[in-house]
């Protein structure tokens, strides 16, 4: 086993190549690969074994120059992993584009940031989640963070601009995919001390594999609907053992467990 990585640009993390690079939700986190990313490793995961999104149907979906994904929390700060980002701070050099499953589309809307959050006491106590506030507002729905782990369970819908098989190569357009939730026991069983029940949250097909977010598509959301057919964000593309492989499910930051902290420090920023 590799250990705990993000889904950057290598095997760990889920992280993707900056700018460059889009996440696509494929089937398995992978870890970072990507020179620039917060923690100095390397970005790249996407979403593997998944399908085109529609156009406008995932609205708050966020592609980040740092080889990164994520969501719009408000209409001017984006929710993503720590691991995307190096420290807390003003920081101009982020751009996040948004409102186009096609990355490469004249339509996107593009904002640069303007200040980085980073949870605090990352990476030593698993808190793996960013704000990133944005210099303007971006006209497009935002995504409810669950606040309770009533939604934690089930089939998640996971997505992304990252790699679509595990070694392979990003994907221009936004992908989808259906991740079945692994219980805790099972996940812990796979990645051994390294999966932290109260601050991770797993998916996929744990038997088969075949489905996975990948390196790129850190950041990224992971959702679920909730009792009136609202899409909720339940986690947050963290880090994972290769993507999509059998018996090592995608790791995902558990935003229930971090819902307070998230929004007091948006308050904040």
């Known amino acids: 086993m590799e250990g705990k990585g993000q889904r950057m640009a290598s095997l760990k993390g889920r992280l993707g190549v900056p700018l460059a690079a889009a996440v696509v939700v494929v089937g398995a986190l992978v870890a970072p690969a990507i020179a620039g990313a917060a923690d100095g490793s390397d970005v790249d995961p996407k979403v593997v074994g998944g399908t085109p999104a529609a156009q406008g149907e995932f609205p708050w979906a966020v592609s980040l120059t740092v080889g990164c994904g994520g969501?719009?929390?408000?209409?001017?700060?984006?929710?993503?992993a720590a691991h995307c980002v190096s420290r807390t701070g003003a920081n101009t050099s982020i751009v996040a584009t948004a409102g186009n499953v096609d990355r490469q589309s004249p339509s996107t809307i593009k904002v640069k940031s303007t200040y980085v959050y980073r949870a605090p006491g990352y990476p030593s106590n698993d808190a793996d989640w960013a704000l990133i506030k944005l210099a303007s507002p971006v006209n497009l729905p935002t995504l409810p963070a669950a606040t309770d782990a009533s939604l934690n369970q089930g089939t998640f819908t996971i997505m992304g601009w990252g790699l679509t098989r595990e070694n392979g190569s990003s994907s221009r357009y936004l992908l989808k995919a259906q991740a079945p939730f692994v219980d805790d026991q099972r996940c812990g069983a796979a990645y051994k001390s390294d999966f932290n029940p109260?601050?991770?949250l797993c998916a996929g097909n744990y038997d088969?594999?075949?489905?996975?977010?990948?390196?790129?598509?850190?950041?990224?959301?992971?959702?679920?609907?909730n009792s009136q057919n609202a899409w909720i964000q339940v986690g947050i593309v963290s880090w994972g053992t290769g993507c999509a492989r059998p018996k090592f499910p995608g790791v995902y930051t558990e935003v229930s467990t971090f819902a307070a902290d998230i929004a007091t420090a948006a308050a904040k920023i």
């Open 208 to 225: 088969k594999g075949g489905v996975d977010t990948c390196q790129g598509d850190s950041g990224s959301p992971m959702v679920q609907r």
């Open 198 to 200: 109260p601050a991770m």
């Open 71 to 80: 969501s719009l929390y408000t209409k001017q700060i984006v929710l993503t």
